[in-house]
């Protein structure tokens, strides 16, 4: 099953997991002007980023949305990143974050996991209903792919609908959280773990042990290290003896290089270095719980 593969690539290689929401405005003026297409431009740029972590960090974060904006050159370098991640070795997941149901939830599920967008983790929102969830788990089951489901996000507009009280108790995040619990038990890794894991922003720590206690053998995708204001404090405790989850930074890595006099000719070496950093800060805090 893919959680076992990742939950076995986190113990090898730590909880990092690279984002690559690539914007033409992180890539150096030089490599833009020494390609003639943004397909080019973006793959060689997120390329250069993979080949520099692939043997620290277990897996990729992939945000559509970035290629999409570009048109057929912005998904084609989405299609060559997905395939270079895999076959490589890593494990790619899909940012795209689908939400619907029926035939189209269907039509999403072969899109993203067959065919020339193929990845092997997809994110779910599911906050039209668990409905839109189902057309999805064939692939779990069969496939071998696996899904992170939104459950508690960091932005400041989460607190519209996930905060709010059901009954004048549960918080609807919570309701979710339960959801997937349920849903999740159905496709049990050997890890411990299951296929199906849940998004949870690392800026709460006020939250994180609740949330880990509750969920239990759902593994997690944290995002909010780093650009977004969390560290290795924030997402410690969302983890299970430094296993049960993976933190995703985007910016934090791969515009690391702009920190430097020196970066565009290191760029490598300073997103190597981002990588290591992030990976080691979070190790010493989950070395102290």
Known sequence: MIIDRLYEEVERKGNVCVGLDTSLE?????????????DDV???????????????????????????????????AYKKTLDYIRNRGAIAIADIKRGDISSTAKAYAKAHFEGDFESDIITLNPYMGFDS?????????????????????????????????????????NYVGDKIKDIASKH??????????AV???THLEEADEIR????????????Y????????????????????????????????KKYEDGIEKLDYYVRKAALDMKEDILSETKTM
């Open 26 to 38: 992180y890539i150096p003026s030089t490599m833009k002007n020494s390609y003639h297409s943004v």
């Open 133 to 173: 969830v189902v057309p999805y788990l064939d692939y779990v089951k069969n496939k071998e792919k696996g899904l992170f489901i939104l459950l508690r996000t960091s932005n400041e507009g989460a607190k519209d609908i996930q905060y709010l009280n059901i009954d004048g108790k549960e918080k609807v995040y």
């Open 200 to 202: 949870v922003g690392g």
């Open 226 to 257: 780093g650009a977004q204001g969390g560290s290795g404090s924030d997402v410690a405790s969302y983890l299970e003896n430094g296993n049960g989850g993976v933190v995703n930074s985007s910016r934090g890595i791969i515009t690391s290089y």
């Open 42 to 76: 973006l793959f060689y740029f997120n390329k250069r980023i993979i080949d520099a972590t692939i043997d620290i960090v277990p897996c990729y974060k992939v945000q559509i949305a970035f290629y999409e904006a570009h048109g057929l050159n912005g998904m084609l």
């Open 188 to 197: 049990m890794g050997k890890c411990g773990y299951s296929s199906i894991g």
């Open 213 to 224: 206690d509750r969920l239990g053998n759902i593994f997690f995708l944290i995002p909010g």
